[in-house]
C-alpha cells in the first residue's frame, strides 16, 4: 500500500459483506474491473466488514465467489477494514492533533434536542457546533465520566464540489455538512472515515460506485482534503431498476449473481449482459471480455438508470451457448444432468447438446432436455397410449421397427426408413412420427425424431418399441 499520489490507474470495489453479491453491486464492481484493466491499472478488493452486526464469513465467500465466477479477479485484496482499525485509530490521533477534528461530549440526546431546536426553527437539522474549536472560543467543561465521540471539523463555509465522471459537475454547500462524527465513544472509527483512510492508503485513483453514495462524497472529499490526500476522481453509478420501473428486488427474479449460475446462465454472457446495462458502445450488444476491457471509458456510461430486462438476458445467453463447443457445452450440462438423476455417459452428450442447443436459453434447459437422452425412461403414459398407439400407429410402428432394424442407425438412414413407411402405407408424418415419439420417449413433444431415435441408439428404441407393441 502507498500514501504518494499514483500516476497508476487504481480502482476499487468495496462490498460491504451483509448478504450475497447482488447484480447491482457486480456490475459497479465489473466496471471499476474494466476501467482497471483498460487503463493497464489495478483493481482491489477491499470488504468494509465494520458492521459486525450484519457482516457474517458466508458473506464475505459468497462476494469472493460471485466475482470468481464472473471472472473479476483483484490484483490487490481482499483487504478487510476490520484488520486495520489500528490505522484507523492512528489517523484520528493524527487530525485531532492536527486540529482537524475534534472530541464531542454532547450525548445522542443533547444532539438530537440540538436537531429539534433547529427543525422548530426552520433550519436544517444539525449538530449546533457546541464543542467546535474556534479561534477565541471558550468551550464548555468537560462532564466527568463521559467518553467523547470524535468529529470532523467540517469547513464552515464555501462549496465541495467534484466533476462527477457518470453525473457531471455536483456541488454541496459545506454549509449544508454536518461535523461528521469519525470516531465513537469507545474509539470505533465511522463508515465515511474508513472508505476515506482506505482510499487515501489503498491510492485509489478512480471510485466508481453506485448514487447512493452521492450523499457521503463531499464528506469524504473534506476529510481527504484535511488530511492533504490527492483526491480521486468520483463517478456514480445510476441504480438498476426492474421491469417494472421500481428498483430491482427479489420481486422481479434472481438478484443474487449466484444465483445465475445455478439457473444455467455463463459467466461471460453476464458479464456482457451486465456491462452492458448502464454503459455502451455504439450499438454493440454482444462484446467479448477482451473488447469490453478494449472498449470501456467512463463518457459512455449512462446518467439514467437501467432497466433489468430478463428476456435480453436469456438472448445474451443463448448467444454464448452456440458460441460454445459441443464438447465444451456437454462439459458443463454433465453436472446439472447428474443432479437431475441423468446420466451423462448414457448418450453422446455432446452430440445430445449440439441437437439442443439451438432452441435452448439456458444451461438447464440444455440438462433438462438431456434427460430425454440420459434419464431414465418411465415407460408410456397410459392415457398417450391410449390416445396415439391406435391400431394403425402399431402397424406402422411395427413396420418402422422392422424396417430399421437392419439399417445403419444413422440419422440419415433413420430418415429414410421413416419416409419408405410412410410411402408404403400412404400416411402422414405425424402419423408416425407421433407415435414414434409416444413409443420411445413417453411425450407427443421432442426434437427431430429422426435425430432423437440416432442419439437414443439402436438398443434402446427396438427395446422400447418392442415393449410398446406388445
Ligand atoms: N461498502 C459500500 C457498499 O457496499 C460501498 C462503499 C464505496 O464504494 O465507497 O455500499
Known sequence: MTQTPNSRVRTRFAPSPTGFLHLGGARTALFSWAFARHHG????????????ERSTPEAVQAILDSMDWLGMQPDEGPFYQMQRMDRYREVVAQMLAAGTAYHCYCTPEEVEAMRERARAQGLKPRYDGTWRPEQGKTLPPVPAGRQPVVR?????TGVTSWNDMVKGPISFDNGELDDLIIARPDGTPTYNFCVVVDDWD????????????VNNTPRQINILRALGATLPEYGHVPMILGPDGEKLSKRHGAVNVMEYDKEGYLPEAMVNYLARLGWSHGDDELFTRAQLVEW???????????QWDPKKLNWVNAHYLRQMSDADLAAHVAPRLARRGGDPAAADLAAVVGLLKDRAETLEQLAEGAMLFCGPFGGVPAELAAQHLTDAAREALRDFARESATSDWSRESLSATIKKVLAARGIKMPQLAIPLRVAVTGQTQTPAIDAVLALLGKEKVLQRLEAALA
Not at 41 to 52: N, P, Q
Not at 299 to 306: D, F, G, V
Open 41 to 52: 491499472g489495478v483493481f482491489v478488493l477491499r470488504i468494509e466488514d465494520t458492521d459486525v
Open 296 to 306: 470501456f471509458d467512463t463518457r459512455h456510461l449512462s446518467k439514467s438508470a437501467s
Open 152 to 156: 470532523f471539523k467540517n469547513p464552515l
Open 202 to 213: 489503498m491510492g485509489i485513483t478512480h471510485v466508481l460506485r453506485g448514487d447512493d453514495h
